[in-house]
């Protein structure tokens, strides 16, 4: 059973909610700012933490607000403009707009090329992939998750050269590319599933968007294929003719 405002007839996490969204409007809470913590809230409003807690998830459902295990409550960042060319690089895109780039490897592994991967990278079916799985953050805030698949033998060790770079352009560096271009690029919209929702700090059926891409060389010779899943309330794609 809720607990309502007698004179008001709205529910107390609601008014909570709606406090919070207008300090967020007015400026008293900016983009990126953590939020008192929940017990301050609770005294400030003279409810109790669960009425708290309601209020923040149902910020945190709209996108105003986000959860960081362990640290808090932070209110949203303006989405991210990212702008979708024949060159496009995360570190350059989330610098351009004055936040800090961030990379962190969740997981690298080998696997044989499936035959859509094999006909993509220009392999044989079957032919050893280095698989690398990332966390790319713009400031604080998690804005996608990546699954990048590249040749084993022409890019040996690679999960360990990213771990390092934490940049998927420095890794090219490394072994010799300096320049490559998008081939090409395929946008489609999901719901996230329980695995991303945490890694992108989302709540379960929140909507991403999709992102598959492949890289080529300046001869045209593929090198790496991806599949990044966007969070869809921190991004605006830009697709620009260039």
């Given amino acids: 059973m809720n607990m309502q405002d007698i004179s008001s007839g709205v529910a107390l996490w609601r008014q909570v909610a709606d406090g919070i969204e207008r300090g967020i409007a007015e400026g008293r809470f900016t983009?990126?700012?953590?939020?008192?913590?929940?017990?301050?809230?609770?005294?400030?409003?003279?409810?109790?933490?669960?009425?708290?807690?309601?209020?923040?998830?149902?910020?945190?459902?709209?996108?105003?607000?986000?959860?960081?295990?362990?640290?808090?409550?932070?209110?949203?960042?303006?989405?991210?403009?990212?702008?979708?060319?024949?060159?496009?690089?995360?570190?350059?895109?989330?610098?351009?707009?004055?936040?800090?780039?961030?990379?962190?490897?969740?997981?690298?592994?080998?696997?044989?090329?499936?035959?859509?991967?094999?006909?993509?990278?220009?392999?044989?079916t079957g032919a050893p992939l280095a698989r690398i799985e990332a966390l790319r953050l713009a400031d604080r805030a998690p804005v996608c998750i990546s699954t990048t698949w590249l040749s084993a033998e022409r890019f040996?060790?690679?999960?360990?050269?990213?771990?390092?770079?934490?940049?998927?352009?420095?890794l090219l560096t490394h072994y010799g590319v300096r320049d490559y271009r998008r081939a090409s690029t395929r946008i489609t919209a999901a719901i996230v599933d329980a695995t991303d929702a945490a890694r992108l700090d989302l709540t379960l059926g929140r909507p991403i968007l999709v992102v598959d891409s492949t890289d080529v060389d300046n001869d045209g010779q593929p090198l790496v294929t991806k599949r990044s899943r966007f969070a869809a309330e921190r991004v605006e794609f830009l697709v620009e003719n260039v």
């Fill in 31 to 124: 983009a990126g700012e953590k939020l008192p913590g929940e017990m301050e809230i609770a005294e400030t409003y003279r409810v109790n933490r669960h009425t708290v807690r309601r209020a923040l998830a149902a910020l945190a459902e709209r996108g105003l607000v986000r959860a960081e295990r362990g640290s808090g409550t932070y209110v949203e960042t303006a989405r991210l403009a990212y702008p979708l060319r024949s060159r496009t690089r995360f570190s350059e895109i989330v610098g351009a707009g004055g936040r800090e780039p961030r990379g962190q490897l969740i997981d690298a592994s080998e696997e044989p090329a499936t035959r859509e991967l094999a006909q993509l990278l220009g392999l044989k």
């Fill in 156 to 170: 040996p060790d690679a999960g360990n050269v990213f771990a390092s770079a934490r940049s998927m352009t420095k």
